[in-house]
Nanobody, 127 residues
Framework: QVQLVESGGGWVQAGGSLRLSCAVS????????MGWFRQAPGKTREFVAA????????YYTDSVKGRFTISRDNAKNTVFLQMNSLKPEDTAVYYC????????????????????WGQGTQVTVSS
């Protein structure tokens, strides 16, 4: 079993920055992939970014490329999402998620393929 706890959400003006953290506990392995998703009111859950637990491969949805950076600290069992140049449309509940593996060449964006989820953290960007 894997437990995920997000933190770092809050309120920020457009153009500002926030850094989300996801503390990971339980049994993981090098094959795990960690993802960030978000869900705005009335919308479906949307893939934001993902990173493999080992190696350096990262994935981003087009709308956040160049603004968001996903990273991890394996020693601290923590995954981060650095969000810069925030826009009002980034307002959502952000969720950390983990999946047991991902074949090379496959997309990590399908939320139904993730095995574990955190409780979410609210990010609000005002214009």
């Amino acid at each position: 079993q894997v437990q995920l706890v997000e933190s770092g959400g809050g309120w920020v003006q457009a153009g500002g920055s926030l850094r989300l953290s996801c503390a990971v506990s339980g049994r993981t392995s090098a094959t795990y992939v960690m993802g960030w998703f978000r869900q705005a009111p009335g919308k479906t859950r949307e893939f934001v970014a993902a990173i493999r637990w080992s190696g350096s491969i990262t994935y981003y949805t087009d709308s956040v490329k160049g603004r968001f950076t996903i990273s991890r600290d394996n020693a601290k069992n923590t995954v981060f999402l650095q969000m810069n140049s925030l826009k009002p449309e980034d307002t959502a509940v952000y969720y950390c998620a983990a999946r047991r593996g991902l074949m090379m060449g496959r997309s990590p964006s399908a939320y139904g393929e993730y095995d574990y989820w955190g409780q979410g953290t609210q990010v609000t960007v005002s214009s």
